[in-house]
Nanobody
Framework: QVQLVESGGGLVQAGDSLRLSCAAS????????MAWFRQAPGKEREFVAR????????YYVDSVKGRFTISRDNAKNTAYLQMNSLKVEDTAVYYC??????????WGQGTQVTVSS
């Protein structure tokens, strides 16, 4: 099993920045990618960004390209999501996920991000 713990959420104003962290522990050799998803009130969970653990290849949903950056620190088994120029529509619970390829069997508990106008 892999345990994931997110941190860094909070309440900010539109245009501000936040950095989310996701620390992985346990059998981390079972994963080769980490991703961030989010779920806004009344909406389905959506993919935000993904990073491969070895090559560092990244992918983003179009709505965050140019504003969000996903990165990882292999030595710390931690992934980050730097969120700049935040918008009200970025308000959601953000979840970290880990797995192999596009399969994510491991999930964190989520961290709330609220962006006010």
């Amino acid at each position: 099993q892999v345990q994931l713990v997110e941190s860094g959420g909070g309440l900010v104003q539109a245009g501000d920045s936040l950095r989310l962290s996701c620390a992985a522990s346990g059998r981390t050799f079972n994963m080769n990618a980490m991703a961030w998803f989010r779920q806004a009130p009344g909406k389905e969970r959506e993919f935000v960004a993904r990073i491969s653990w070895t090559g560092g290849h990244t992918y983003y949903v179009d709505s965050v390209k140019g504003r969000f950056t996903i990165s990882r620190d292999n030595a710390k088994n931690t992934a980050y999501l730097q969120m700049n120029s935040l918008k009200v529509e970025d308000t959601a619970v953000y979840y970290c996920a880990a797995g192999v390829g596009d399969q994510y069997p491991f999930w964190g508990q989520g961290t709330q991000v609220t962006v006010s106008s």
